[in-house]
């Protein structure tokens, strides 16, 4: 078993676990109850912004392959698109390649490049979380910081307040990468591996800056701001389908965004499945909700998340597995 593969293995067990406790102290039929007879009604406009949310961002992705000279239609980027959240649902991590192989099937963009694009759009978003969670702490520090203190995980608090260990921890991790890359180095100039990764990085970079080369900057930063607002309206409108949220506001979707959106980024099938919910469900005690109201509204959205990913994710697949490949390429620099 791959150093990689262990580790997927152990945040999956992790997210078991976290599931398992998390219903084990919940009352099942009480549970059941509440999703039942939850106003079912948003379902719809919830769903209709995450398929809005989506076609902005096939939108800003096709912006981001368009500027380094191939022309892309829209279906085809949304389709290629779906096609990878699809497959993430099922293999975590395995989407991103996979949408670039369904463009480069259904438009002939090299897979290199395609990549390149899809690593820079994953650092924006991680840059726009940071940026959202930046205010959000600043917005409302002394409740969040209250919350930490109270429930989020004490003993990680223990450990940064040390300068000590904290420099000692950096300290030594940076004389491990320098003493690995001296050691390494010369070994990996001769190895054919890595030498074609090296290649392949250099073919990839091409898409990575092609933020840069874009004419539409404002328009793209605009799409962006959009793709986030759909993020937080399908969190913020389940709040009027269930009633212990109806009191709840613009704060509490937002900090509800962004625990969800860390949690997704654990590599478990799902998108997070079992960490989502339990982060969820602790990050409402913040707001006063009980624990078991916070599992309801995870599993509420959910299942809307899940409902769209695997409808229209899968008939994208579908789309995609018998279009006819394309096998010229749209290239315009060549």
Not at 55 to 63: D, N
Request: contains cysteine.
């Amino acid at each position: 078993m791959t150093k990689k593969l262990f580790i997927r293995y152990a945040i999956l067990a992790l997210a078991c676990v976290l599931l398992y406790f998390l219903l084990k102290k919940q009352n099942a039929n009480e549970v059941i109850d509440s999703i039942t007879q939850s106003d079912w009604r948003w379902f719809i406009p919830v769903f209709a912004i995450t398929f809005l949310g989506n076609i902005i961002r096939a939108l800003r992705w096709r912006m981001m392959v368009q500027s380094g000279g191939y022309a892309l239609t829209l279906s085809n980027a949304f389709l290629a698109l779906m096609c990878g959240y699809f497959i993430n649902f099922l293999v975590p991590r395995l989407g991103e390649l996979t949408r670039c192989v369904a463009l480069k099937k259904n438009e002939s963009v090299p897979v290199e490049y395609s990549l390149g694009t899809v690593v820079t759009e994953r650092l924006i978003d991680v840059l726009s979380i940071l940026l959202i969670t930046f205010c959000a702490f600043a917005a409302y520090y002394s409740s969040l910081h209250l919350f930490f203190e109270k429930h989020l995980f004490p003993g990680i608090k223990y450990f940064f307040t040390s300068k000590l260990k904290l420099a000692v921890f950096a300290s030594s991790m940076l004389l491990l990468c320098i003493i690995a890359y001296f050691l390494l180095s010369r070994k990996l100039a001769r190895n054919k591996w890595w030498l074609k990764g090296v290649e392949f990085f250099a073919r990839a970079k091409n898409g990575m800056l092609s933020i840069f080369r874009m004419k539409q900057r404002v328009f793209f930063l605009i799409a962006t701001a959009c793709i986030w607002v759909c993020y937080f309206l399908s969190t913020y409108l389940w709040f009027f389908g269930y009633a212990p949220f109806h009191s709840s506001g613009f704060k509490e979707a937002l900090i509800l965004l962004i625990a969800g959106t860390v949690a997704r980024s654990f590599p478990v099938q799902g998108q997070g499945a079992g960490i989502y919910h339990f982060m969820i469900a602790q990050t409402v005690l913040l707001f006063g909700i009980s624990e078991k109201d916070g599992l309801v509204l995870s599993i509420l959205i959910y299942i809307t998340q899940t409902a769209f990913y695997f409808f229209v994710g899968g008939i994208c697949a579908l789309i995609v597995l018998f279009q006819k490949e394309k096998l010229y390429s749209y290239n315009t620099n060549s």
